[in-house]
Nanobody, 118 residues
């Protein structure tokens, strides 16, 4: 199993920045990719960004350029740097870990609230 703990959310003014962290523990060796998703009230959960073990990244097209995903393998942690935040970025942000075969499952963190408001 994999356990994910997010941190770094909070209230920020429009135009500000936040960095989210997701620390993984447990069966780290089984993880293929980690990513960030978000869910705003009344909307479906959507992919924000993901990064594989080979450092291949994938971003939501609308967010590329403002958000950057990175990883620190020594700390088993993935980060999401969010710049030029907008009110529409307000959501609960969830960390996700996909496991490679033969497991093929995924795990979610508890979520961290990001609110962009003046």
């Amino acid at each position: 199993q994999v356990h994910l703990v997010e941190s770094g959310g909070g209230l920020v003014q429009p135009g500000g920045s936040l960095r989210l962290s997701c620390a993984a523990s447990g069966s780290i060796y089984s993880i293929y990719a980690m990513g960030w998703y978000r869910q705003a009230p009344g909307k479906q959960r959507e992919l924000v960004a993901a990064i594989t073990n080979d450092d291949i990244t994938n971003y939501a097209a609308s967010l590329k350029g403002r958000f950057t995903i990175s990883r620190d393998n020594a700390k088993n942690t993935v980060y999401l740097q969010m710049n030029s935040l907008k009110p529409e970025d307000t959501a609960v942000y969830y960390c996700n870990a996909e496991r490679k075969q033969p497991w093929g499952d995924d795990y979610w963190g508890q979520g961290t609230q990001v609110t962009v408001s003046s």
